[in-house]
């Protein structure tokens, strides 16, 4: 196996609302819905640079899919990072997530590793850290 991913995929219980939190809230381009002449084909897909894509997938579909059983445990087993330029940028990210309707876990604030970063909870549950990290750069 190489080490790439491509396809980071969530699921989401209410596609339309997800869809709505990440593209009106979060400010991330998406040509909205499609696939929905499929049975169990609706995905949002936002091209998130970096060659990487975020997938909203609703829950039914991605276990039917996967053939597994639905489940609502998404709080916490993983979290979602996204790197920004300065402090100031994580606290504007962290606000506008929270007039998204994120529930903030943790406000930003400086970490133990010398860089700055909260977190949120999307509608779904899933876990975001918004960090700045001062080892690290990122192009806009």
Do not use: C
Request: no cysteine.
């Amino acid at each position: 196996m190489k080490p790439r991913i491509k396809v980071l995929t969530l699921a989401v219980n209410d596609l339309e609302r997800s869809l709505a939190f990440y593209r009106d809230g979060l400010g991330l381009p998406t040509k909205g819905i499609i696939g929905e002449e499929f049975e169990d084909g609706a995905v949002v897909f936002f091209h998130m640079g970096d060659d990487l894509i975020l997938a909203l997938y609703p829950a039914p579909s991605l276990s039917k899919d996967a053939k597994i059983s639905v489940t609502q445990a998404r709080l916490g087993a993983v979290s979602i990072g996204h790197i920004v330029k300065s402090k100031e940028d994580v606290d504007a990210i962290m606000k506008q997530a929270v007039d998204a309707g994120a529930v903030v876990t943790d406000p930003a604030s400086d970490r133990f590793w010398g860089g700055y970063s909260g977190y949120f909870h999307d509608p779904d549950g899933h876990l975001w850290e918004i960090a700045w990290n001062p080892q690290w750069t990122v192009e806009d």
